[in-house]
């Protein structure tokens, strides 16, 4: 019922807006106005020029770009391969340092069932038990 009322008065609305005149438009299926004509330019002749300069960088100035271009070039790649190297996490290598340099010895690998490491015996036999017990 609600939903009925607020149609009726969206309609009632709708109905009693006055439209706006539309005399102020002109048809749009009158054809459209000529364009305007415009004068004729007069070219404008410029004496011949005896120089052959086309305006473009010399060959020293190409060759100056080019070697800042390389030189920029291998300055940003010298600074990232450094920061990356500074980022990377250290490897240990079989001389205890970082790829053989000095450092601290590497610790030993804990022996088997110290500190709840798997000794290696019987590890299928306890999980083939316990997945008897599940499904028991």
Do not use: E, Y
Request: charged share 20%; hydrophobic share 40%; glycine share 14%.
């Amino acid at each position: 019922m609600r939903h009925l009322g607020s149609v009726l008065a969206l309609v009632v609305v709708l109905v009693l807006t006055p439209t706006l005149p539309a005399a102020a438009q002109s048809s749009p299926f009158t054809p459209l106005p000529p364009p305007p004509q415009a004068p004729a330019p007069v070219p404008v002749r410029t004496p011949p020029s005896s120089s052959t300069d086309n305006g473009g960088l010399s060959a020293g100035a190409k060759m100056g770009l080019l070697l800042a271009g390389g030189l920029l070039i291998a300055g940003i790649s010298w600074v990232i391969v450094r920061d990356a190297r500074r980022s990377a996490p250290r490897r240990r290598g079989a001389k205890g340092g970082a790829q053989g340099g000095p450092g601290p010895a590497p610790k030993p690998a804990a022996a088997p069932g110290a500190r709840g490491r798997p000794t290696g015996r019987g590890g299928n036999a306890r999980k083939r038990a316990r997945k008897r017990a599940k499904t028991r």
